[in-house]
């Protein structure tokens, strides 16, 4: 889900207009390393091994006295190579709740709007380039990766595949 200046109060773009801000056009020199600033990155795996899941069933029944019938299943699944998205940019963890429920202040300061220090400075990229910002986007730029909105990986069995 693309970014929005608001929070997600409006889509970043309409069915009518799916490219608001027009589609990165190549220019005569290309900014090298710059050319996919602000721009989601994903990599899969290129030795993906194909998913499959094996699922058994054993069950027991038996008539009891008096009409009834008692009835024991066990039923089992085990699936192996499923592929799992991994966001390898994510909010420190200082910054999150640590508690098992809800916690609507994190919540709040998390989505709170907060001055952009990076506005302007990312081409073609509006909902970055604003002089507000939500506080977790900023938070996104202690990250590894603080260029890119999104740094995501394949992963499988808890190893990361690169």
């Known amino acids: 889900m693309a970014v929005t200046n608001n929070n997600f109060l409006t889509p970043p773009s309409t069915l ?3 490219f608001p801000n027009g589609i990165q056009p190549l220019g005569a020199t ?52 499923l592929p799992v998205t991994t ?10 709740a640590t508690g098992w429920v809800r916690n609507q202040n994190v919540i709040n ?6 001055a952009n220090p990076f506005a302007g400075l990312l081409p073609g990229s509006t909902s970055l380039n604003g002089s507000t910002v939500a506080l977790s ?10 260029q890119q909105r999104s740094h995501r990986a394949v992963q499988r069995s808890r190893q990361l595949l690169l």
């Open 109 to 114: 300061t998390l989505s709170s709007t907060v």
């Open 30 to 81: 290309t900014p090298g390393l710059g050319t996919f600033l602000g721009q989601n990155i994903a990599f899969f795996n290129p030795e993906v091994r194909n998913p499959y899941s094996i699922r058994w069933n054993f069950g027991i029944e038996r008539q009891l006295p008096g009409d009834m019938v008692l009835q024991v299943v066990y039923i089992g699944n085990h699936s192996v190579h």
């Open 137 to 146: 986007q900023l938070l996104l730029a202690l990250s590894p990766v603080p």
């Open 87 to 96: 966001n390898l940019n994510g909010i420190p963890q200082q910054y999150l």
């Open 16 to 18: 009518s207009n799916p």
